[in-house]
């Protein structure tokens, strides 16, 4: 069946490094990409998402692209902020189906 | 070991009718979620349990929806007289004590279509 595969961390930066969250997939078909966010403390939030290859989703200065061709989904940000932090959940959605999260990277960004 | 897991996996009702939803939790986790994420919306949050403690039921979006927890673990959601806007995808997780620190597990989901 589909899965998708995160590194789970924890990841522990310094403020403005650059941030790298690999994020690759297994699927069938051409799945819906999204990329959610939680903060500490708050539920889920849709950070970004892509729906077809070669798309970019992009918001509050993170990026993802979908690359069908190495079934990866990376998450990027340039320069990171202490309230970045948080736990970040890589899915997909293939038509039809229901969601696959991948098991969460925790991201802590030190002052 | 197992994962969290939901049923029914799809559900397709009429409108008006009532449905449930059950979830189960990874064992031993104190903590449950429901979330949904309607057809181009973002994950919506609906209701938390946390151990014996009452449940934090500020995001359920009317009082046709409710949720039970039995016995610390498996999870009902309950639609009654749906509507065609309940259609979405309703998700339940998991954690080990409800920590901010701790991370949740999200079971695959349950399609529900209002026709």
């Known amino acids: 069946g589909d899965s998708v595969t995160q590194m789970e961390g924890p990841v522990t930066l310094s403020e403005e490094a650059f941030l790298t969250i690999n994020c690759t997939y297994t699927a069938t078909g051409y799945p819906s990409l999204f990329w959610y966010v939680q903060y500490p403390g708050e539920g889920l939030q849709l950070l970004l998402k892509?729906?077809?290859?070669?798309d970019k989703g992009s918001n509050k200065g993170f990026e993802a692209t979908y690359r069908k061709e190495t079934t990866s989904f990376h998450l990027e940000k340039g320069s990171v902020q202490v309230s970045d932090s948080a736990v970040y959940f890589c899915a997909l959605e293939n038509y039809g189906q229901n969601f696959v999260f991948g098991p969460g990277t925790r991201l802590s960004v030190l002052p | 070991g197992a994962g969290v897991s939901q049923s029914p996996s799809n559900k397709v009702t009429e409108k008006g009718k009532d449905v449930e939803l059950r979830c189960d939790p990874i064992?031993?986790?104190?903590?449950l979620y429901w979330y949904r994420q309607s057809l181009g919306q973002g994950l919506e949050f609906l209701i938390y349990?946390?151990?014996?403690?009452?449940?934090?039921k500020s995001g359920l979006p009317s009082d046709r929806f409710s949720a039970e927890r039995t016995g610390g673990s498996v999870s009902t959601l309950t639609i009654q007289r749906t509507q065609q806007e309940d259609s979405a995808v309703y998700l339940c997780?998991?954690?080990?004590?409800?920590?901010?620190?701790?991370?949740?597990?999200f079971g695959p989901g349950t399609r529900l279509t209002v026709l």
């Open positions: 997780a998991s954690s080990l004590r409800g920590a901010s620190t701790d991370t949740q597990y």
């Open positions: 892509a729906t077809k290859a070669d």
């Open positions: 064992s031993g986790h104190t903590a």
């Open positions: 349990f946390q151990g014996n403690s009452a449940p934090d």
